[in-house]
């Protein structure tokens, strides 16, 4: 059986944008659609079970 996960994405301004409840994550990857997100600054917290947590920035920049 997998592990739970909970994942949010915040703004630059820490507004939640995007939330996610897995009940069983895969072992490798996890994608999200961002592409209505506006460019910008995010961070990315994933809270697996009860101990681990991941919390990372990554940056949206489109040429329109």
Known sequence: ???EA???IFNA???R??????NDIPE????FDVSK???GIYTISIK???LKRL???FVISRLY
Do not use: R, S
């Open 13 to 15: 301004l820490g507004q």
């Open 1 to 3: 059986k997998g592990m």
């Open 6 to 8: 909970n994942i949010q």
């Open 55 to 57: 919390t990372k920035q």
């Open 17 to 22: 944008v995007l939330q996610e409840q897995m």
């Open 37 to 39: 997100f506006h460019n």
């Open 48 to 50: 697996v079970g009860e």
């Open 28 to 31: 490798h990857a996890v994608c």
